[in-house]
């Protein structure tokens, strides 16, 4: 499966922006879909992660109650509202794909990553 993320740019503090990533050359549904985001000079980290159905999601305490993970099957999107953002979530956001039936944080257990989106959060 090929992922394509957009939607990053430059915003304040405090702002939100909304990220899509769009799947193809798979059956979207089966994939376990999760975020993650890479800051100058980190690991990449867990953001988010949503199940098949859209029923299940899990975050990190970093983002919890800020960032929303969602998905559309019927388009083969998953997306990513960040509401109250931080200049420390400024970083690249990466989208990725697993063929699992449950949430998962480990980046591990994703074989399929999209390329980036910067996100830049200002004072």
């Known amino acids: 499966v090929q992922l394509v993320e957009s939607g990053g740019g430059l915003v304040q503090a405090g702002g939100s922006l909304r990220l899509s990533c769009a799947a193809s050359?798979?059956?979207?549904?089966?994939?376990?879909m999760g975020w993650f985001r890479q800051a100058p000079g980190k690991g990449r980290e867990f953001v988010g992660s949503?199940?098949?159905?859209?029923?299940?999601?899990r975050y990190p305490d970093s983002v919890k109650g800020r960032f929303t993970i969602s998905r559309d099957n019927a388009k083969n999107t998953v997306y990513l509202q960040m509401n109250s953002l931080k200049p420390e979530d400024t970083a690249v956001y990466y989208c990725?794909?697993?063929?699992?039936?449950?949430?998962?944080?480990?980046?591990?257990?994703?074989?399929?990553w999209g390329q980036g989106t910067q996100v830049t959060v200002s004072l």
């Open positions: 990725a794909a697993a063929n699992l039936a449950w949430t998962t944080s480990s980046r591990n257990e994703y074989p399929y």
């Open positions: 050359g798979g059956t979207f549904s089966v994939y376990t």
């Open positions: 949503i199940n098949r159905s859209g029923s299940s999601t």
